[in-house]
């Protein structure tokens, strides 16, 4: 009689189909956990309503991307036809796109960090005369240089030395 009793309850356990429309649907997992099956296709239910909202978002940025797209193509075209190497061009605008985020990043450093960026860089041999970065850095550290040089000068003809003054550190 028990191994009956035992069968009815296993059989129980398999079905999630509730017996009446009143009664809540119970859904027990592998670890043994009791869900609550209206709660867990509320929730089911929320979470694809947002998949719907973020897939119509998306189309829509993608929408306005292509049209953004298409006025820079209209704008190439005016360049090729007013003679300018469209190729190149779109080089250049790639580098200063690129410029302007290294500008970025540079200048979310602190000033001693931003030393020791400039003074990797040039370790690595990256800021040499050939790039336009690498000039400027080289012309940020000459006039750099210079300041401490006058700086220096003046000093001496105050008859002050250079010893301790942060100015030169």
Request: glycine letters at 6%; hydrophobic letters at 35%; one cysteine or more.
């Amino acid at each position: 009689m028990a191994k009956k009793a035992a069968k009815k309850t296993a059989a129980k356990k398999k079905t999630d189909k509730p017996k009446s429309p009143g009664k809540k649907t119970t859904v027990v997992t592998a670890a043994g956990n009791q869900i609550d099956g209206k709660k867990l296709k509320d929730f089911v239910a929320r979470i694809d309503s947002l998949d719907e909202a973020q897939l119509s978002e998306r189309g829509k940025f993608m929408e306005r991307c292509r049209r953004i797209k298409e006025q820079k193509d209209v704008i190439f075209d005016e360049a090729k036809n007013a003679g300018i190497p469209v190729k190149e061009l779109r080089k250049v605008i790639k580098a200063k796109s690129l410029e302007k985020q290294a500008d970025a990043l540079f200048s979310e450093l602190e000033p001693d960090e931003q030393e020791n960026f400039e003074a990797i860089r040039v370790a690595l041999g990256d800021w040499d005369n050939e790039t336009p970065m690498g000039r400027y850095a080289n012309e940020q550290r000459a006039e750099k240089q210079a300041a401490k040089d006058d700086h220096v000068d003046n000093l001496a003809k105050l008859g002050r030395g250079p010893v301790n003054d942060p100015k030169l550190n």
